[in-house]
């Protein structure tokens, strides 16, 4: 039996196969205008039109795959128990649709991020938070939807085509540091270093008056100054490791030592040897081409080779306009897909997608692997012990491990540093 999934539909949908190479993946599935195709054809098949055509499974589209832009109404949004997903028409209307809801249109509206196009209620950095999200709102929001979709689709069509081979679920990890300050202590200057410690000294800090001391004087290691450790500690997990790297110029929300600093250039080309590195774009680049663009220039010169991979700093973009920009700056990856305030499935899903830039109604090579934690959510922004963000990651990898995906997680060379606020936080 032919194993390509042929979907009918009347209309022609830029949409509609971006979303079929979402859910099944580029070169598994065709689309045709033609009902005759549809009736012929000896495989999985899937009418996604409104009429019903005997011996097919149909799929009844609710429009938004057939829209273009953004209504000036967001969708009406509902989540049922069992995870179907409701955007404009009620559920009555999908009494006869194989899964009970349109399932293409609905994992477009969340890995588009059509919801982060409206207006949303920004927090001080301008982010949209997790809370703003649907998801969060119908307490979906750990659960990776699409891929959940996507599996009981297979499982329907297997039903429906005993032959047909449902492909196999991988799962990997990917474990991802920012790297915003190399240093906590270490060159500062005699100035900023005085006034650190008179700082410490009002504040009744004195364990951080002597770390201070002690690091400067050369008798123990900087508490930031942990690379070779984090290297170490994912080396022996076999486990892939992706570095972001802050090389914005020193500001209120950037606080790393010059890329002209010869220590930073040291450790960025001792680590490129151990990890890739990717660019981590300054606070204010999300809308800055140019400051992406220097930014990313710096690296490559550190390196000598081009850099592919990004992640903003603080999590800071804004749709569509930062991803545009990566784009024009030649970045291929992005690894920014997560929320801040929350944990979860940003986009529904653990597994990489290209992004679809709803402005210009197309889908993009800008490849997005999102992440489901980042150790300041879990400790600063949920105000987890260390023993609840551990259930938390925990159940997070096993929905990954169920339904497949990258298990991806952020933390910082702070978290690692067991110094401060962060002692017993290397659970990543
Ligand atoms: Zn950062």
Same mark, same amino acid.
């Given at each position: 039996m032919n194993q390509t999934i042929l979907i009918?539909?009347?209309?022609?949908?830029?949409?509609?196969?971006?979303?079929?190479?979402?859910?099944?993946g580029k070169g598994s599935f065709k689309i045709t205008q033609n009902e005759f195709d549809l009736q012929n054809y000896e495989g999985p098949a899937v009418n996604y039109s409104v009429h019903p055509l005997k011996g097919t499974m149909q799929i009844l589209p609710d429009g938004l795959l057939y829209e273009t832009g953004i209504k000036k109404f967001s969708p009406s949004f509902h989540v049922s128990a069992d995870y179907k997903l409701f955007l404009n028409e009620e559920k009555d209307f999908f009494q006869n649709n194989i899964l009970g809801f349109? $399932?293409? =249109?609905?994992?477009?509206?969340?890995v588009s991020r059509y919801e982060e196009y409206g207006n949303y209620i920004a927090d001080e950095h301008g982010r949209f938070g997790g809370k703003n999200s649907g998801m969060y709102q119908f307490n979906v929001h750990t659960k990776p939807l699409v891929d959940i979709w996507r599996q009981k689709l297979y499982d329907t069509l297997k039903k429906q085509y005993p032959d047909f081979e449902i492909p196999p679920i991988y799962y990997n990890e990917l474990a991802t540091v920012d790297i915003d300050r190399l240093y906590l202590y270490k060159e500062k200057g005699? $100035?900023? =270093?005085?006034?650190g410690m008179v700082k410490d000294i009002l504040s009744g800090k004195f364990k951080n008056v002597s770390k201070r001391l002690n690091v400067l004087l050369g008798k123990e290691n900087d508490p930031h100054d942990n690379l070779s450790d984090i290297i170490t500690h994912y080396k022996k997990?076999?486990?892939?490791l992706k570095i972001f790297w802050l090389l914005g110029d020193k500001k209120k929300y950037d606080n790393n030592l010059s890329s002209a600093h010869s220590k930073q250039i040291i450790t960025i080309q001792k680590t490129s040897e151990y990890a890739e590195i990717g660019i981590h774009p300054s606070y204010n680049s999300y809308n800055s081409i140019a400051q992406i663009m220097t930014e990313k220039q710096r690296l490559e010169t550190?390196?000598?080779?081009?850099?592919?991979?990004?992640?903003?700093?603080?999590l800071r973009m804004q749709l569509p306009q930062t991803y545009q920009q990566l784009l024009q700056c030649g970045i291929s990856q992005d690894y920014t897909m997560g929320w801040h305030d929350i944990v979860g499935f940003r986009a529904g899903t653990a597994q990489a997608f290209n992004w679809y830039d709803i402005e210009n109604e197309t889908e993009t090579d800008l490849q997005i692997t999102p992440f489901v934690a980042m150790d300041v959510t879990l400790k600063n922004y949920m105000k987890l012990n260390i023993e609840q963000a551990c259930i938390i990651l925990t159940d997070l990898q096993n929905e990954i491990r169920k339904y497949g995906g990258v298990f991806c997680t952020i933390a910082h060379n702070e978290s690692f540093s067991q110094w401060g606020d962060w002692e017993g936080w290397d659970i990543f």
């Amino acid at each position: 039996m032919n194993q390509t999934i042929l979907i009918y539909s009347p209309q022609t949908s830029c949409r509609l196969a971006y979303t079929a190479g979402v859910i099944f993946g580029k070169g598994s599935f065709k689309i045709t205008q033609n009902e005759f195709d549809l009736q012929n054809y000896e495989g999985p098949a899937v009418n996604y039109s409104v009429h019903p055509l005997k011996g097919t499974m149909q799929i009844l589209p609710d429009g938004l795959l057939y829209e273009t832009g953004i209504k000036k109404f967001s969708p009406s949004f509902h989540v049922s128990a069992d995870y179907k997903l409701f955007l404009n028409e009620e559920k009555d209307f999908f009494q006869n649709n194989i899964l009970g809801f349109d $399932i293409f =249109s609905a994992v477009f509206y969340i890995v588009s991020r059509y919801e982060e196009y409206g207006n949303y209620i920004a927090d001080e950095h301008g982010r949209f938070g997790g809370k703003n999200s649907g998801m969060y709102q119908f307490n979906v929001h750990t659960k990776p939807l699409v891929d959940i979709w996507r599996q009981k689709l297979y499982d329907t069509l297997k039903k429906q085509y005993p032959d047909f081979e449902i492909p196999p679920i991988y799962y990997n990890e990917l474990a991802t540091v920012d790297i915003d300050r190399l240093y906590l202590y270490k060159e500062k200057g005699l $100035i900023k =270093s005085v006034g650190g410690m008179v700082k410490d000294i009002l504040s009744g800090k004195f364990k951080n008056v002597s770390k201070r001391l002690n690091v400067l004087l050369g008798k123990e290691n900087d508490p930031h100054d942990n690379l070779s450790d984090i290297i170490t500690h994912y080396k022996k997990q076999n486990i892939e490791l992706k570095i972001f790297w802050l090389l914005g110029d020193k500001k209120k929300y950037d606080n790393n030592l010059s890329s002209a600093h010869s220590k930073q250039i040291i450790t960025i080309q001792k680590t490129s040897e151990y990890a890739e590195i990717g660019i981590h774009p300054s606070y204010n680049s999300y809308n800055s081409i140019a400051q992406i663009m220097t930014e990313k220039q710096r690296l490559e010169t550190l390196l000598g080779k081009p850099v592919s991979a990004s992640r903003q700093h603080f999590l800071r973009m804004q749709l569509p306009q930062t991803y545009q920009q990566l784009l024009q700056c030649g970045i291929s990856q992005d690894y920014t897909m997560g929320w801040h305030d929350i944990v979860g499935f940003r986009a529904g899903t653990a597994q990489a997608f290209n992004w679809y830039d709803i402005e210009n109604e197309t889908e993009t090579d800008l490849q997005i692997t999102p992440f489901v934690a980042m150790d300041v959510t879990l400790k600063n922004y949920m105000k987890l012990n260390i023993e609840q963000a551990c259930i938390i990651l925990t159940d997070l990898q096993n929905e990954i491990r169920k339904y497949g995906g990258v298990f991806c997680t952020i933390a910082h060379n702070e978290s690692f540093s067991q110094w401060g606020d962060w002692e017993g936080w290397d659970i990543f």
